[in-house]
């Protein structure tokens, strides 16, 4: 939108993302970026997570955390249900996954 009234604007071309592990580059350049190549800057080495604790008992939040571990992504699903913008619940769960991640602690 700002290239299609601003055509002087000098553009920025960013090929490198340090946010994205190495696995996601090939699908976001594919996605995003088909005409410009474009790198991940960390490699799966970079991105370990290691807790303090092990979880004691098995809860939504440790089974997220669990895969973020070992995938470096985790993801926690909600029942499906027609929502508002503002929904409670996912606030609620994202708030429940940081506290525990917080509780368990990192090493």
Known sequence: MALAHNSDLLRHELPV?????????????RAFYPFHSFISGTEA??????????????TPSDAVLA?????????RELPAR???????????????????????GRW
């Open 67 to 75: 895969c973020a571990a070992g995938s470096g992504w985790g993801l």
């Open 45 to 58: 080495a970079d991105r370990v997570l290691t807790y303090g604790t092990a979880p004691h008992r098995a």
């Open 82 to 104: 027609h929502t508002l913008d503002d929904d409670p619940e996912v606030a609620e769960a994202l708030a429940e996954t940081a506290a525990r991640l917080l509780e368990r």
């Open 17 to 29: 993302s340090w946010r994205l592990p190495e696995m996601a580059a090939p699908l976001v350049q």
